[in-house]
Each structure stands twice: as structure tokens, then as C-alpha cells.
């Protein structure tokens, strides 16, 4: 007699939060949802960020925090056993907005042979798919142009992403989050144009 | 004397001896690091750390592992084994999956959310919320133009792909065509030239700008790469001697009579060729409508 395996509750969201990344990455600019990470308070950017980080983080990658506040960090160790390091050479990098700019800039990129040993970055902004500044996005799993608006972060950044990014295969895979459970992806491969921007109040 | 059985489910823990999906959950997210990777640079083999699985490598341990670390409560799997439900490989995985996740399994393309293939994609359109995982031999195309791993890895980083277009200028010079049956060289968002797994030629304008994701599993070999959706991949060719899918010109199938569907050749009692629908499941479904309409 055999008896079928059962998926625990962590199982259950990290597999949950997989599939919604996977299809954003797959697809991006378009918006999915992650459940909050209820063992790291609750409807905060933070804990949809914690719940990506469970699902891919363990004592075989690294990762670094820009600009953001030591709880997450110090959440993320102790249920991930991930190594905590520099941002130039973190594997998954946790960016508060006003930070993303300065940590694209050190951020790993990969190398030529290698471009899959570059970081992933993951912002946590105010808000997807409303207000904001008016992305115009295109490029695989795009089938013209998709439009994706993120609220929170400076438009600058996606210029300095763009950047970075044009020189492909080599770059930076972003993951945006916000508090109410969105979740919207920028690979490497997508062309991000700023199309309007509210001015910041 | 209490049984161990009994001692585990004192302890509270599943009785189970296995995790959910076979797989343990570092593997699982490994992989699922990887296959996040995959998708952000298409065409581009990702190393993995390809798991000891209850098949030997070469059977398709690649695209389980796939399979196993995307499967969840919500999830249909449908598996084929060159377009047949029913080879001894599709039937064996499906049994895996049905045993280690309690999922249910289906044979209609449509019903499914992931399919686990071996050298076919399904004839029926695939849909955006499906995706299609290929068990992949060689994941390397370059193989045969360069022996050397390190080689052929350097060559993808600089995109110098001359090697391999010579290949495909002596085959024709040789051949008069490209002699490429299945496995059929491809140029992926005009940067990689991937291997897309043994698919007929007839499977490989699927790959293109298609609605499903497809993810491709090498065990063996440890490499992962991935084709998102809506993404150009074009088969090598030469502007005189351009890319043909197999031709089936006035032949069809002998059991449901369909003449748009890749074909299989075998030997009838009498000697002479027969043909019968690869894609098993779509025969089924061309078969009945039929029966249905007369």
C-alpha cells in the first residue's frame, strides 16, 4: 500500500509563487498574484517579498538588501539559510524604489559564457497596474507592445535597467511586488520604454 | 512491537515516503531558480543539478524533474511519448505523477495544464495557460560541429555560429538538402541556435510566436532552457535552400482519415506502406467527431 505524499502549507505557497512568477516572467508586464508570507506580518510589500524569497532562496544562493529595513533580512536568514552579501555579488537582490537606481548599478550582470549567473532584483514599489509611470513594454512573451504601470519608483530606473539590459544576453531580471499581493516581471529580454510620468509628489 | 509506520504518524509527519511530487523541496526550487533563468534568456542551456530520479537518466528524467517542480493542486498533466498516451515512457511518468501527487491525468490535450512530451508537440493549438515540457537528449546543437563542451560554450557566448552553418552548407553541398530529420536546428530570438529536442520538422513552426510556454529538460546532460511565448524562433536555413516541414502530399491517416496531421509510416499485413496519426489523442478526437457527424 502506498500513500500519496501530501503538499505541506509552505510546500503549497512556495509552489503557488512559482507558478505566478514563472507566468509573469513568461509574460511580462502582466500582473499576478502571490500570497503574503503570513509568518512576516501581513499586507506589507515586504512579506509578498518574503514570500518570493522562501520560494526561491536557500543555502545555495545569496542575496543582498538595498535600502531596506534589517527585519526582512534578518527574516529571510533564518527561514532560508541564504548568505547574506555584498549587492555586487548577491545572486537576488531586495531593493527598496529610492535604492534601485544605485543598486542596478553594482548589480552582477553575468558573463558571456554565463549570463544566467546574474542577479535578480526584486522591488518593492507602491503599486502595479494603476497610476505611475506608464512602462510600454515589448519583447518575447509580448505579443506587440503591453502597457505596466508601476507606482513608487523614480522612471529613471527604468532607464538605467534599459541600459543595462542592452547589452544582452548580460543583465538584470527584475521582479516588482507590492503590498496588495501584485506581482509584475522585467526580464532581461524586454524593452522598457517610459511612456507618461506622474511627478512625484 | 509498534511499527515504524505507527512511530511516524505518533511523530505527526506524513507517512508518506516520499515528498509531494517526488522531489524534495531544495531541488525543487534549484530547479526552479533555473527554469526563472531559462525563461529570461531564451534558447540559453542553464546548468542545473539534474536530480538521481526512479528512471535512468535518458528516459525523460529531465522533463519529470520539470514536470514535478511545477505541478500543483490545481494542475492536469497529460503525458506523450512521440504523440502516443500510451508508450511505456508516457505511461510510467503519468504513474509517477499520479502516485507522488494524488493529481489526476488526462489524454486530451485540451484538458491539460502541463503536458510532458518526448519528441512531439500536440497537433491541437496549444493555449497561454499551458505549458509544454520537452525531454530533451542532446541539449547541446552545437554537438556535432564542436565535441568540446567548453567550446561549444564559448561559441554561444559569442555568437560565432560559422561552424555550424558550414555543417548545414557541406550537408546540402553533400545531400543536396539539409539532412536534418528531427531535432532540427533553431536561432531563438535571433541570439541562440538551440536544440529543440528531437521534434519532427513538421513541430517546428509551432515553436514560433506560439501561446504556450515551453520548457525543455535535458537530465542527462543537466541543462534546462526554455522558449516564452510570442517568441521568434526560426530554423536555420539558406535563403535557395529554405526550411521545409515533411511532406505528406496525398497521403492521411488510415484510422481517422485526417490529411493535416504528422504522420507515421509502418508496414501493413499485406506489405504495403500505412500511415496513422503520431499525435494519438488528436486521432481520438478527429476519429469520434467523425463517427459523431455520420
Redesign the interface.
Known amino acids: 500500500m502506498s500513500i500519496t505524499p501530501q503538499l505541506t502549507s509552505a510546500a503549497a505557497r512556495d509552489q503557488h509563487v512559482f507558478r505566478a512568477l514563472i507566468s509573469c516572467f513568461a509574460r511580462p508586464g502582466t500582473i499576478g498574484r502571490i500570497p503574503h508570507d503570513k509568518s512576516f506580518g501581513s499586507n506589507s510589500s515586504a512579506s509578498v517579498a518574503s514570500s518570493v524569497g522562501r520560494c526561491l532562496l536557500d543555502h545555495e544562493v545569496s542575496f543582498a538588501f538595498a535600502g531596506m529595513d534589517h527585519a526582512l533580512a534578518e527574516h529571510l536568514l533564518r527561514v532560508t539559510a541564504a548568505r547574506s552579501t555584498d549587492l555586487s555579488e548577491a545572486e537576488y537582490i531586495f531593493a527598496a524604489p529610492e535604492q534601485m537606481i544605485s543598486a542596478l548599478d553594482v548589480a552582477n550582470i553575468g558573463t558571456d559564457e554565463y549570463p544566467d549567473q546574474s542577479a535578480t532584483m526584486i522591488v518593492l514599489c507602491d503599486g502595479l497596474g494603476t497610476n505611475g509611470t506608464l512602462l510600454s513594454l515589448s519583447g518575447p512573451g509580448i505579443p506587440d507592445v503591453r502597457d505596466l504601470n508601476v507606482q513608487g519608483v523614480v522612471p529613471e530606473a527604468f532607464d538605467v535597467l534599459s541600459d543595462i539590459n542592452a547589452d544582452y544576453p548580460l543583465g538584470v531580471d527584475l521582479i516588482l511586488v507590492s503590498s496588495d499581493g501584485s506581482v509584475a516581471c522585467i526580464p532581461r529580454t524586454t524593452r522598457a520604454e517610459i511612456q507618461w510620468k506622474r511627478d512625484v509628489d | 512491537m509498534t511499527s515504524v509506520r505507527q512511530l511516524v504518524q505518533d511523530a505527526g509527519v ?8 517526488f522531489l524534495d ?2 531541488a ?3 530547479i ?11 534558447g ?1 542551456q ?2 542545473f543539478g539534474s536530480r538521481e530520479m526512479p528512471v535512468s537518466r535518458g528516459w525523460g528524467t529531465g522533463g519529470m524533474q520539470l514536470t514535478l ?5 490545481d494542475d492536469v498533466v497529460k503525458v506523450i511519448d512521440q504523440g502516443d498516451d500510451a508508450g511505456v515512457n508516457a505511461a510510467n511518468i503519468r504513474r509517477l505523477v499520479e ?4 493529481l489526476s491525468t488526462t489524454l486530451e490535450t485540451a484538458m491539460a495544464s502541463i503536458i510532458q512530451s518526448r519528441h512531439r508537440i500536440p497537433e491541437e493549438a496549444l493555449r ?1 495557460d499551458q ?1 509544454l515540457v520537452l525531454q530533451v537528449p542532446v541539449p547541446e546543437p552545437l554537438r556535432n560541429v564542436e565535441r568540446r563542451v567548453s567550446a561549444a ?2 561559441m ?3 555568437r560565432d555560429y560559422s561552424k555550424m552553418w558550414l555543417a548545414l552548407y557541406e550537408d546540402i553541398v553533400r545531400r543536396g538538402e539539409v539532412s536534418f530529420g528531427a531535432g532540427y536546428p533553431v536561432m531563438v ?1 535571433g ?2 541556435i538551440m536544440a529543440p529536442s528531437p521534434i519532427p520538422r513538421w513541430d517546428i513552426p509551432l515553436l514560433n ?1 506560439s501561446d504556450a ?1 515551453y520548457l525543455f529538460g535535458a537530465g542527462r546532460e543537466k541543462r534546462i532552457y526554455a522558449v ?5 524562433v526560426e530554423p536555420l536555413q539558406f535563403d535557395d535552400y529554405p526550411f521545409a516541414v515533411e511532406d505528406f502530399d496525398g497521403k492521411s491517416c488510415a484510422r481517422c482519415g485526417a490529411n493535416d496531421t504528422f504522420l507515421e509510416e509502418s508496414i501493413s499485413e499485406v506489405g504495403m506502406p500505412r500511415f496513422r496519426c503520431s499525435d494519438t489523442a488528436h486521432c481520438d478526437k478527429v476519429l469520434e467527431s467523425r463517427e459523431v457527424g455520420t
Do not use: C, F
Open positions: 506524513s507517512a508518506s515516503a516520499y515528498s509531494y511530487g523541496e531544495t525543487k526550487r534549484e526552479r531558480r533555473k527554469t526563472l533563468k531559462a525563461i529570461a534568456i531564451p540559453y542553464v546548468p517542480s511545477l505541478v500543483g493542486p502516485r507522488t501527487t494524488g497561454s505549458i560554450r564559448v554561444h557566448a559569442e530570438h541570439r541562440y510566436q510556454l516564452p511565448p510570442h517568441t521568434s
